[in-house]
């Protein structure tokens, strides 16, 4: 009987074992990805903070998301040269991945706020060497601006208060690191069968086969609001 126990037991550690490991390197790669997941969270609030100072140029943002997600390229050297190394690499990997889709993106205001609320005026906008008659939505004296809701597209009702809120939303394409794992959470994130497959996915799919030596990638977002501190100008709804 005792040999018939060990048997059983051996058995039933061959059917566990496999679901056990797997829980195990699943505890590993959420917490890589949580890691990851609030280091985007602190770069789109700095991404959206250049944005609100510079006019909600894209360009400004872009360079202030890529600065915040420097961690994720870290590797071993924390001093001047391993953070140079870090930029280098993560400048050339949000190249490559903005250029399948954008990494920055402006949810509000949009085109249609832009128009409803711009007003023509000859102002200076960073990067100007003087002042130029442009569209803007102007930021000045909002406190003694009308508060009156206009119909945007015949739903959405806002004001100027409202128009001068910057929201944007960031996308990064997450390189993972536990073996076997990987490669089946990219498998069930890209598949229609799950429901969860995205356009950030599949560009993220695309980066991980173009950046050479690169694991399996999986798309993370994140959301940030200000209140702009500058005209937002029509360079970006052109």
């Known amino acids: 009987m005792k040999r018939y126990a060990k048997g059983q ?19 590993f790669e959420f917490a890589y990805i949580y890691r990851a997941k609030t280091t985007l969270n602190t770069a789109t609030f700095e991404a959206v903070r250049a944005g609100v100072l510079n006019n909600a140029e894209k360009s400004y943002m872009e360079n202030a998301l890529i ?4 961690p994720l390229n870290m590797s071993g050297n924390t001093g001047t040269a391993g953070m140079a190394s870090s930029y280098v690499k993560t400048l050339a990997i949000h190249t490559l991945i903005n250029n399948l889709k954008n990494t920055v993106t402006i949810i509000s ?50 004001n100027i208060q409202d ?10 394409c997450y390189e993972l690191k ?12 890209s598949s229609d069968i ?3 497959s995205s356009a950030e996915q ?8 173009i950046i050479p030596n690169s694991k399996p990638r ?4 994140s959301f940030s609001v200000m209140r702009m501190q500058s005209h937002i100008s029509d360079k970006e709804f052109k």
């Open 9 to 27: 037991s051996l058995t039933e550690f061959i059917i566990i074992s496999p679901l056990f490991f797997l829980i195990i390197m699943g505890i």
């Open 178 to 189: 536990v073996p076997i794992l990987r490669t089946l959470l990219v498998d069930a994130l």
């Open 194 to 196: 799950t429901g969860l």
């Open 67 to 70: 600065k915040g997600l420097i």
């Open 109 to 158: 205001p949009t085109k249609a706020i832009f128009t409803k609320f711009k007003v023509k005026r000859k102002t200076t906008l960073v990067n100007d060497s003087n002042d130029k008659v442009r569209w803007v939505i102007p930021n000045d004296n909002l406190l003694l601006r009308s508060t009156k809701n206009e119909s945007i597209d015949g739903s959405k009702k806002l």
């Open 218 to 221: 999986i798309a993370i977002t």
């Open 202 to 209: 599949t560009a993220c799919n695309l980066a991980s086969n």
């Open 163 to 172: 128009a001068n809120l910057l929201k944007i939303r960031t996308f990064w």
